[in-house]
């Protein structure tokens, strides 16, 4: 399908990578502290949003890609965008609604995966997987999600978050925008503030939307081989009996195509 002439974007919105988070508490809808960083959240992609309209967006999707995928406030998101609520149960998940008409995506609120040292609520999609490797590299969830969009050939142009998946971002997507809100320091973090945040998003897109020419898609070559390592051998063991799937070692499995979007069922089944 052939591009529009007009500017679309989708904006997928992640809750560990925005400002001042550092405690799982503080995403959780059951703990007091929730409430609080979901405003930020929404103050942030609201930032998004803006920064795209002032780029000359004509179409903004905006994907609440979260827990409970309920966390950004309809009533307080900018008029001129859509959002994508709750889980659809697809392979796209955090990507859910991205097709071939958009011309770029941007991530906000993302965070680094398992294992990073220095980066704030580090995990690679949920408890069950340890990590995630493509072609034997590991990949956090914006690495995974960039693939999604790539394979409807939509380039990732920003990123926000902790320092640590900015850091990831300059070798994966070197040419995109990034906001680095914190650092993390141990178990702890070096914030900004929130309304500064908002600043740096706002100007970061526009003018990563106004360079878009310059991302290419993410690419880690063809066939993909996808690894899931699990954290405990019970998920590898079942994962296993998923048709094409192999089990490469005690807790891991792989599987392998051509097309992503085989990778991606793969992995809504197994993970």
Not at 96 to 117: K, L, S
Not at 247 to 267: A, K, P, W
């Amino acid at each position: 399908m052939a591009k529009s002439q007009s500017l679309k974007v989708f904006i997928s919105v992640d809750m560990e990578g925005i400002t001042g988070v550092i405690h799982w508490d503080e995403v959780d809808i059951s703990n007091k502290e929730y409430e609080y960083f979901r405003e930020i959240m929404t103050n942030e992609a609201n930032a998004a949003i803006e920064g795209a309209l002032n780029a000359g967006a004509t179409e903004i999707v905006v994907r609440d890609a979260h827990d409970s995928a309920r966390n950004l406030l309809p009533g307080k998101l900018h008029p001129e965008a859509s959002l994508i609520r709750n889980w659809a149960g697809s392979p796209f998940s955090m990507m859910e609604g991205i097709d071939d008409t958009f011309d770029a995506a941007c991530f906000v609120g993302y965070h680094a995966q398992a294992g990073t040292p220095n980066a704030t609520l580090k995990h690679t999609m949920s408890g069950r997987i340890y990590n995630l490797k493509v072609n034997g590299e590991a990949v956090p969830e914006a690495g995974w999600n960039a693939l999604i969009a790539a394979r409807y050939q939509t380039p990732v142009v920003f990123v926000s978050g902790d320092h640590a998946i900015c850091e990831y971002t300059k070798e994966a997507f070197p040419n995109a925008g990034r906001v680095a809100v914190k650092r993390g320091i141990g178990q702890a973090c070096k914030t900004i503030a929130p309304e500064k945040s908002v600043d740096l998003i706002r100007n970061g897109v526009k003018q990563a939307l106004e360079n878009r020419d310059q991302c290419e898609l993410f690419s880690m070559g063809e066939p993909y081989f996808v690894e899931i390592e699990f954290s405990k051998e019970e998920y590898a063991a079942k994962a296993a009996w998923y048709p094409g799937a192999e089990r490469v070692e005690n807790r891991i499995v792989g599987f392998q195509s051509h097309d992503f979007l085989d990778c991606m069922t793969f992995y809504l089944f197994c993970s």
